[in-house]
């Protein structure tokens, strides 16, 4: 009796002594991330990280900040992490070897507008929307976009700050530009909920005008806590992994509307 207790309390002070609450930060890019306090959920990418760091009895506290600030906390060592991001977008950040999700980049434009992307420079026929500090695994266009940045008149608008999604498709839809580029599951899931943040009714209609690319989103963990980083890398990885191996990814998704 008196070794199962023992047994007992050495078991409930080793997981209290090791349980750890990490710092992970992100911008909102529903149904991937989402505001509770909006959407009523966190998304799937969250629950996902949630769910792996809880096999281990840790938990992260998320902060919901804009993008290039998310970025800067987690490369000065202020957040551990930072959840979905493409690799290319932030190479100075370390990563683990598992995918958290494939995004799928697309244009979008008014139905009223008569425009498909059909190859490499046809994007210059258009003036587009894209989220500041993206990249959209596509080196010619990144290249173009980078280009544009530094140049008067330029044909692109480039969003920063909150509510970044909301307001790129409001430039969509009020016609202050042709197209905008985002991940197809990101803009579909937005206009779901369109109406409800805004003004414009009825619910103002956009339609994909060709995909550009595909890119990987990995977890990025900040160089400024490299055993940190090692800790969540190896709880991480193996649970996403066996996601997508056995397919209960599937239990993640559904609840988002969202189908591999």
């Not at 002594?17 to 009523?40: A, H, N, Q, R, T």
């Not at 598992?98 to 420079?121: C, L, M, Q």
Request: glycine share 4%; proline share 5%; net charge negative.
């Amino acid at each position: 009796m008196f070794r199962s207790l023992m047994t007992a309390l050495l078991l409930f002070f080793s997981n209290y002594v090791y349980s750890e609450e990490f710092e992970f930060v992100d911008s909102v890019f529903c149904p991937f991330i989402c505001d509770p306090k909006v959407d009523g959920k966190e998304g799937f990418i969250i629950d996902i990280l949630r769910d792996a760091l809880a096999t281990k009895n840790h938990t992260f506290n998320f902060t919901i900040v804009p993008y290039k600030r998310a970025l800067s906390m987690v490369r000065s060592g202020k957040a551990h992490a930072l959840p979905a991001i493409y690799f290319e977008d932030a190479p100075d950040l370390i990563v683990g070897k598992s995918v958290i999700a494939i995004g799928n980049n697309h244009f979008f434009v008014r139905p009223d507008f008569d425009w498909k992307y059909t190859s490499e420079d046809s994007w210059e026929e258009v003036s587009l929307g894209v989220i500041d500090g993206y990249t959209y695994s596509h080196q010619k266009f990144d290249q173009y976009l980078a280009k544009q940045k530094t140049i008067p008149n330029s044909k692109v608008m480039f969003i920063s700050g909150t509510n970044t999604y909301e307001r790129l498709l409001t430039l969509l839809t009020t016609k202050r530009v042709d197209a905008i580029l985002d991940d197809n599951a990101y803009i579909q899931y937005q206009m779901n909920g369109f109406s409800n943040k805004t003004n414009l009714h009825p619910l103002p209609q956009v339609m994909s005008a060709g995909a550009l690319s595909k890119g990987q989103h990995v977890v990025a963990y900040s160089p400024k806590h490299l055993e940190i980083a090692e800790t969540l890398i190896e709880i991480i990885d193996p649970f996403v992994i066996d996601l997508y191996a056995t397919g209960k990814i599937k239990t993640y998704l559904s609840p988002y509307g969202i189908t591999e």
